[in-house]
């Protein structure tokens, strides 16, 4: 008889942190939300729209024509180095977009941060952005920096792609991001020089002096056309040399002349020389341009209204690199139309760049003058309480989109927020991811300013919360950042609840980034907390955590343990919710022990009860797990009826996951019945489902079942190449389990193909690699690879 397949539940049942359930013991713990379409990602555009009132700067995009042209050798890196605010960025962006057409599979974008308020973006988070761009697997998006750059480096392979690496601090945060294609080029701005990346990588490096004086008089004039007319060709170059001929002081001041068109320049420049002289006392010694770029930022500043002088100055409080005009209304205390109109009356006056319909950013140099406007003039205590209130709604609006994206995930009873604080609800889940989406990095930076600024019982309520996000896609750095820091500021809180929270939280995290030693540890320190706290629901929770992790390391008996106390818990709760889902758990562990006939009450009852909530994930899998184990008895005609019901399901829902991952159980069920054609369809769906999702060990999975319906059909040389794929995936993975079963299937193809050499290697690695596993079906797999003659050695 055919054997069913072993993965372990991959689904939902329920609540975002069933997300956890919804681990295989194929490669850890699939995190997936349901698919509408499928297709290959699309080659990636993201560069920004470059910004307007660009100086042609026509030597210097020559010198990057003649960099990308050279013909000695291909150029894979350029660099961009400038002091701030002479334009590198522009630059980069016009020329970028000028040369796109060169690199036809795409361009991508990072700004690294690298000068802002903030620690700089470290690689590991871009890697993990560009990898879900470029359609890598799950398993793919890890938390291991040297495994992601070099899944990056294979993606990018054959590729013709730019990169742009915006506002890097140092050579190591710009190395694993580079492409080692010659058909790739990586373009990198700095206001440093990064010799290391010259001398090491080969970069070309371009540096970017101040405007000339003809092009400073030429971006004035441009910038005042309309307004001014007839202004003195020298008074002009003396305006650009008070600016230092920097390309953002000069749009400052221009935008400063073209407001008052009847004052004479002389007079404008004489109130920018005042300024000038002030600052000059004020200052320490500097970067010459960068200081001199704070007279005109000051003299623009004092010609805004007194209520956008304070927004603007507040500005410098915003611990990310953009905000919302709703952020920005959070932080100064008005209401979202007063920010909006105090927003555009700052970036009429280029203080403030708007970078979409609701988004806006400041230069770094800008924000640093900000911040010294607010320390200057905002007492200490409405400091705080500026910041305090936009960390209050950064944390507000976090829950929100918990509410859309975990309704089941236990909610933290909030700092409350001012009555005055503006209020997000968004309509549907969607809409609250794209809110997460945009808000990504500022939610990661408010966690680190309320822990720094004292606040930190924001700081570890916006980690617990952000943890039902988190789990919903994996952005792993992310996640054990905030974790971390919320754990420490949990501890000097002295809760030990929330510290709870977050060691299960560091839990899941580091099992889903496939490092199930410290999730182990983690795990292990909640549940010891929740026991000296008496606190039974959380530790039933912990318990069903802890005993999935166990399941995913094939600690088959701890498994089942921590999860029949985890549902005993629960059942003393009355827990109607959690407790059959728990069931439905336990069920996997006994199917991965072999026990079929022990599993059909709780998966009968959990279906039961999924479908009176009207829960369609959570019964798909359970009629999937059924299937297995209506296999495993040998009832292959109920086991096909539930696998096409639970196939059924995830079309209506139009979950490519499940879809892609219950079509295996049904080619099972069809090859059980006798059925070797129609099993071939389901594994090729389910292959093709696979590689679109990007799910390595569930697209091994398939190639297994093909090969074993191909070997159904007499076609045993294309089952062993499909044998051979299978477990090529599963040993680059780390798998020892699947990998000997997969080893298993090849020795009987090899078998079928006159190999018996081969054969008999292959289940000589099998069986060394079931050494380590002691749980019934894995020793008496063993006992056949070693024991029984060719071509009976199936995992029953």
């Given at each position: ?37 499928l297709g290959r990602p699309e080659a990636p555009h993201q560069l ?431 996640w054990l950042t905030t974790s971390r820091i919320g754990l420490e ?260 193809a090899l078998d079928g193909a006159a190999e018996p050499g081969e ?38």
């Amino acid at each position: 008889m055919p054997e069913p397949h072993e993965e372990v539940s991959s689904s939902l049942t329920g609540s975002a942190r069933d997300v956890v359930q919804a681990h295989d013991v194929h490669g850890g713990i699939h995190f997936h939300a349901p698919t509408a379409g499928l297709g290959r990602p699309e080659a990636p555009h993201q560069l920004p729209l470059a910004g307007a009132g660009f100086v042609d700067r026509i030597a210097e995009r020559a010198a990057l024509d003649r960099l990308l042209d050279d013909g000695a050798a291909p150029v894979r890196l350029l660099l961009v180095t400038g002091t701030a605010g002479v334009g590198k960025t522009s630059l980069a962006l016009h020329w970028s977009h000028a040369v796109r057409d060169r690199f036809p599979d795409g361009q991508l974008y990072a700004d690294l941060h690298g000068y802002g308020p903030g620690a700089p973006i470290g690689y590991e988070r871009v890697l993990e952005r560009f990898l879900r761009v470029l359609g890598a697997s799950a398993d793919t998006v890890s938390a291991d920096g040297e495994h992601m750059a070099a899944a990056f480096r294979s993606l990018l392979a054959g590729r013709r792609m730019l990169l742009v690496l915006d506002n890097a601090v140092g050579a190591s945060q710009v190395r694993p991001l580079l492409p080692a294609t010659p058909d790739c080029l990586a373009l990198v701005t700095s206001r440093h020089r990064l010799p290391g990346l010259t001398i090491r990588e080969g970069a070309r490096r371009l540096t970017l002096d101040v405007l000339g004086r003809n092009d400073s008089v030429a971006l004035l004039r441009d910038a005042t056309s309309g307004y001014r007319n007839g202004d003195d060709p020298a008074r002009l170059a003396e305006l650009a040399s008070l600016c230092a001929r920097l390309p953002l002081a000069l749009r400052i001041a221009a935008e400063r002349a073209a407001e008052r068109p009847l004052m004479h320049l002389a007079d404008l420049i004489g109130e920018l020389r005042d300024e000038t002289g002030r600052w000059e006392v004020l200052s320490a010694d500097g970067d010459e341009e960068s200081e001199a770029v704070r007279p005109v930022f000051t003299w623009s500043y004092r010609a805004l209204p007194p209520d956008a002088a304070r927004l603007f100055r507040l500005l410098g409080l915003h611990p990310g690199p953009d905000f919302s005009d709703v952020a920005a209304a959070a932080l100064a205390g008005v209401g979202v139309r007063t920010a909006r109109r105090l927003l555009d009356s700052a970036a009429a006056a280029h203080m403030v760049e708007q970078t979409a319909t609701d988004r806006f950013r400041l230069h770094d140099l800008l924000r640093a003058y900000a911040a010294d406007r607010a320390r200057l003039e905002e007492p200490p205590e409405q400091r705080r309480a500026a910041l305090r209130g936009l960390l209050t709604w950064y944390l507000h609006t976090a829950d929100a989109v918990q509410e859309r994206v975990a309704p089941h995930e236990p909610r933290v009873d909030l700092v409350p927020a001012d009555g005055a604080l503006p209020t997000v609800r968004f309509a549907d889940e969607a809409e609250a991811m794209r809110w997460y989406e945009a808000e990504r990095d500022n939610l990661v930076a408010a966690v680190r300013a309320a822990a720094s600024g004292g606040m930190d019982r924001i700081a570890w309520q916006s980690a617990v919360v952000l943890r039902a996000v988190y789990m919903t896609n994996n952005p792993f750095q992310e996640w054990l950042t905030t974790s971390r820091i919320g754990l420490e500021a949990a501890g000097r809180d002295g809760d030990p609840r929330a510290e709870a929270e977050l060691h299960e939280s560091l839990g899941m995290a580091h099992a889903q980034s496939q490092n199930p030693v410290a999730a182990a540890e983690h795990y292990a320190a909640a549940l010891a907390l929740r026991r000296d706290l008496r606190d039974t629901f959380g530790e039933a929770l912990t318990l069903n955590g802890l005993g999935l992790l166990e399941l995913r390391r094939r600690h088959l008996p701890g498994a089942r343990a921590a999860l029949e106390d985890s549902r005993r818990l629960f059942a003393a709760l009355d827990d109607g919710f959690w407790e059959p889902r728990v069931a439905v758990n336990l069920a996997q562990v006994e199917l991965e022990l072999g026990r079929p006939d022990d599993v059909g009450g709780l998966l009968r009852r959990g279906i039961e009860v999924f479908r009176a909530h009207g829960d369609r994930h959570a019964e798909g899998n359970a009629l999937r797990l059924l299937a297995a184990a209506e296999l495993e008895a040998g009832n292959s005609d109920t086991a096909l009826a539930h696998a096409a019901r639970a196939v059924d399901i995830a079309t209506e829902i139009r979950s490519a996951a499940a879809e892609g991952f219950w079509l295996l159980v049904l080619g099972d069920a069809q090859r059980a019945t006798g059925h070797p054609g129609p099993a071939l369809d389901s594994y090729r769906r389910a292959a093709a489902l696979q590689e679109d999702l990007g799910d390595r060990a569930r697209l091994a999975a398939a190639r297994d079942g093909l090969g074993q319906a191909e070997l159904a059909l007499g076609r045993a040389q294309e089952a062993v190449d499909c044998h051979r794929r299978a477990a090529a995936v599963y040993r680059d993975l780390g798998q020892e389990w699947e990998t000997a079963r997969a080893l298993a299937h090849l020795a009987d193809a090899l078998d079928g193909a006159a190999e018996p050499g081969e054969a008999a290697d292959a289940r000589t690695e099998a069986a060394r690699l079931l050494t380590g596993f002691t749980d019934p079906r894995a020793v008496r797999l063993r006992d056949t690879l070693l024991g029984q003659p060719p071509g009976e050695a199936q995992a029953r």
